[in-house]
């Protein structure tokens, strides 16, 4: 490897540690929402692939470590996955553990990487031999996958009814488009629609803000007062095997390897499944909640690290939720990236080993001292100086204008249809994983109900 191909690595994973550590403490943005545009942009401005996956990997293990911290100190979710340890957190906080609870998700964090990296490696390798049989049938384990996901919505005879109209109004729009002449026929307008379903939610309350009615009976807040208590600093390296209970250690290790086997899945419901299971015995309400979280927290980062690394090597298809979301700019980001010629067909096994261990290593590093250390700080920073709105509008105005660039002005009435009906139905609890399963699956889907 050239050493100045690893220094560059070194500092876009600083990079991606640094910007992701201020985004996951921002209450409210979701993982797929604030990664996924940005991953884009950054695959679309020619960066070497090595060094998108290195960055990808630091921002991802970053965001996961400080989502928790919102969660700890005021109850708020940073993101999606960070949602399933609000109620042990308000618990550990009720008790005067809000410090506690902190350092115990980061920690459940640090074991996840630790154990996901290898787990996601091994599994990845194991899959290659039988990956062009699965690639085969890609369309129809999209589709399988759209079902199975669906099955593990909140509400899933809504996801499963959803599915078929969903389908018809990606496909309709693709097939005006070409009608119009807008793109060439055959072109799968894609980037465009895939943001669209990202910010759905976004969408829909700005447009709910357009209606007086709706505006009006909104309840009226004023500011909101978060009171945090200042801990004393310790000065060494925090060792996060220390902060952990033994049986924390080993129920998060296990919870890692099952989250990094079940790639596939709904990250949040296999989270809450087995963060759940493991703690459901023990009667100790603060026990219980450490136990929980460390659990939730380290499941939930090896779900995003497998969910990345075992499609991306053994595959190159985004066949996990993770790889739909977040990720899928490394699988999919015309013209640079294409289901035919990605990530998975340029980078050497050995490319994407150092380019995970290097973001792995300088994500932890960097993000679990700091977290550790200076959370209430930059929590408090970023509660005053870092308006949630802003963050937002900013990752709004990106979907508009990659929106144009993908199918020109009509597109941006387009994704903001799909947008308002994505988002719908994302509050209705259909999940953002079955929605971007459609999307991969519809072109194949509507074609045979059309046969």
Not at 193 to 210: Q, S
Not at 413 to 429: M, N, P, Q, T
């Amino acid at each position: 490897m050239d050493p100045i191909l690893i220094l560059q690595m070194v500092m876009v994973a600083i990079l991606g540690a640094v910007i992701y550590t201020i985004v996951g403490i921002a209450p409210g943005t979701d993982e797929t929402a604030t990664i996924a545009p940005v991953m884009l942009v950054i695959v679309l401005s020619g960066l070497e692939p090595i060094l998108v996956l290195t960055f990808f990997m630091s921002a991802i293990i970053a965001n996961k470590l400080t989502d928790s911290v919102p969660v700890a100190v005021a109850g708020i979710p940073g993101g999606v996955m960070a949602t399933p340890m609000v109620e042990h957190a308000l618990v550990l906080k009720k008790h005067g553990f809000a410090d506690v609870s902190i350092r115990k998700m980061v920690s459940g964090s640090v074991v996840g990487t630790l154990v996901a990296v290898p787990v996601s490696l091994l599994l990845a390798n194991a899959l290659i031999p039988v990956a062009d049989a699965i690639k085969d049938f890609a369309n129809p384990l999209f589709f399988i996958g759209t079902i199975i996901l669906a099955l593990l919505s909140k509400n899933r005879l809504l996801a499963l009814a959803a599915i078929i109209p969903f389908a018809l109004l990606i496909q309709g729009l693709r097939h005006l488009y070409w009608g119009l002449g807008i793109v060439p026929e055959g072109t799968n307008v894609f980037i465009s629609f895939f943001l669209g379903i990202t910010i759905g939610p976004v969408i829909i309350t700005l447009f709910e803000l357009l209606n007086k009615e709706k505006r009006n009976s909104l309840e009226r807040y004023g500011k909101k007062t978060i009171l945090l208590n200042k801990n004393k600093e310790k000065m060494k390296f925090p060792n996060p095997f220390k902060i952990l209970t033994r049986e924390e250690v080993v129920k998060s290790s296990i919870s890692s390897v099952i989250g990094s086997m079940t790639f596939i899945l709904s990250a949040v419901g296999t989270t809450v499944l087995v963060g759940e299971l493991f703690s459901s015995r023990i009667k100790d309400s603060v026990k219980k909640s450490s136990l929980a979280i460390a659990c939730m927290e380290a499941l939930a980062n090896a779900t995003y690290i497998s969910g990345t690394l075992i499609p991306l090597i053994a595959l190159g298809i985004p066949l996990s939720s993770v790889a739909l979301g977040p990720a899928n700019a490394l699988f999919n980001a015309p013209p640079v990236f294409t289901l035919e010629h990605n990530m998975h067909h340029i980078l050497s096994m050995s490319d994407f080993v150092w380019a995970t261990i290097i973001g792995a290593i300088v994500a932890l590093g960097i993000t679990y001292f700091v977290i550790v250390k200076y959370s209430q700080q930059i929590c408090v920073f970023v509660f005053k100086w870092v308006p949630h709105e802003a963050m937002l509008g900013l990752f709004f105005g990106l979907v508009i204008l990659l929106a144009f660039m993908d199918a020109g002005w009509l597109n941006i009435g387009g994704v903001i249809l799909i947008g308002l009906v994505a988002g719908l139905l994302h509050r209705w609890g259909i999940n953002y994983g079955v929605l971007f399963m459609i999307l991969y699956s519809a072109p194949w889907l509507i074609s045979k109900l059309a046969g």
